[in-house]
């Protein structure tokens, strides 16, 4: 599994955690270990202008996924292909104002987002009821298992 990562923000961010993190959740949704996954932290004038360019809609987002192979999540019996997964794009000055409302850090609201952010690659969505109980679920599981291997570490 390649994880490129590459931090363009004036925030720290603990990177071998993140990689950590996106290896659970390919390996947990089943995909192959060599595909590929990008993530960019950048600030939010970067991600305004991308979430315009992008979505056509104004103003800083704290993430965009941008999928490449349309890869889909494999089964334990079956991988998915190998490939390029895409990139993932997280704006930590939103994360930081999202994490302080939500009233945690943000190390934890960065999580939340690559996980989101991962699961949209995957083909997930919550455009509908029914796909954000999905997609909201899952990425509730995905994380707290995340933390659970992480305690044990």
Do not use: K
Not at 77 to 93: E, F, K, R, S, Y
Not at 137 to 144: A, E, M, S, V
Not at 145 to 151: H, K, N, P, Q, V
């Amino acid at each position: 599994m390649t994880v490129e990562i590459n931090n363009e923000s004036s925030i720290e961010v603990e990177e071998a955690r993140l990689m950590r993190l996106a290896a659970f959740v390919l390996e947990s949704m089943h995909v192959h270990p060599e595909t590929e996954l990008g993530v960019m932290l950048v600030t939010e004038d970067a991600i305004s202008q991308l979430h315009v360019q992008w979505m056509n809609e104004p103003g800083a987002t704290d993430v965009l996924s941008f999928p490449m192979d349309e890869l889909r999540p494999g089964r334990v019996d079956a991988l998915t292909p190998a490939g390029l997964l895409g990139d993932v794009v997280i704006c930590p000055q939103m994360a930081q104002m999202q994490a302080e409302a939500a009233g945690h850090d943000l190390a934890q609201e960065i999580a939340v987002l690559l996980t989101h952010g991962m699961l949209h690659l995957l083909g997930y969505d919550h455009a509908t009821p029914d796909e954000e109980t999905e997609m909201f679920g899952l990425q509730r599981d995905l994380l707290l298992s995340f933390a659970m291997r992480e305690r044990s570490r």
